[in-house]
Structures are given as structure tokens and as C-alpha cells.
């Protein structure tokens, strides 16, 4: 069973920093793209980011592009969301999402594990 566990979310001020970090357990690492959504109140669950198992597949949504970035490590079996500049409209639950390829993450076609959420909350 693979279990992903995110972390960093808080409450910050608009034009600030946050750091998610989600935790993949298991050997299965380096089988699966991973990727971030969020869901705000009210709203359908949106894809924000996605990054193929090598790294070098990555996508973004284009109200995040250039403030945000995705990375990997296999070395801490992390995917990580550096979220810089941050609106008020980027606050929601943020999920960690593995699945088959960077283009079935971020589509959600084949998205076979979810993370539970972190909050991220920003202030105006």
C-alpha cells in the first residue's frame, strides 16, 4: 500500500512563501508521477502541478506558472511545491496525487493514490 502524507501548509500573508512537502511511503517511489491539486470551498478540485518519474515531464497550471515549482528527490521520497508570490486565491486544501505519467496526474486519468490535504491558507 502506498501512502502519501503532505505537509507545510499555514497561514500566510499574500506575496509570501510556502514550502508543501508531501512524504511517498514504500519502494514504489520511483513508479509513479506525482503531482498537486487543491480545492478550494465551493470549488471543483483543479491540478496545479505534475512531474513524470524522471523529472523532466512537468506541467503546470497557468494561473500558478512562474510562481510556482515542482521538484522530486528520490533520495527522501518527496515531491515538493514551492509556492512563491502567493494571492489570496490560491488558498485551498492542497492534495499530493500519484499516477502513471505526468499527463494522467495532471488530467486525473490515472491517478491511483491521494495524500489527505494540507491547508493552505493566504491573508490579503
Known amino acids: 500500500q502506498v501512502q502519501l502524507v503532505e505537509s507545510g501548509g499555514g497561514l500566510v500573508q499574500a506575496g509570501d512563501s510556502l514550502r508543501l512537502s508531501c512524504v511517498v511511503s514504500?519502494?514504489?517511489?520511483?513508479?509513479?508521477?506525482l503531482g498537486w491539486f487543491r480545492q478550494a470551498p465551493g470549488k471543483e478540485r483543479e491540478a496545479v502541478a505534475s512531474?513524470?518519474?524522471?523529472?523532466?515531464?512537468?506541467y503546470y497550471a497557468d494561473s500558478v506558472k512562474g510562481r510556482f515549482t515542482i521538484s522530486r528527490s528520490s533520495a527522501k521520497n518527496t515531491v515538493t511545491l514551492q509556492m512563491n508570490s502567493l494571492k489570496p486565491e490560491d488558498a485551498a486544501v492542497y492534495y499530493c496525487?500519484?499516477?502513471?505519467?505526468?499527463?494522467?496526474?495532471?488530467?486525473?486519468?490515472?491517478?491511483?493514490?491521494w495524500g489527505q490535504g494540507t491547508q493552505v491558507t493566504v491573508s490579503s
Open positions: 496525487a500519484a499516477g502513471d505519467t505526468s499527463m494522467d496526474v495532471y488530467f486525473n486519468t490515472k491517478i491511483h493514490y
Open positions: 512531474i513524470s518519474v524522471g523529472g523532466n515531464n512537468i
Open positions: 514504500g519502494r514504489t517511489f520511483s513508479s509513479y508521477a
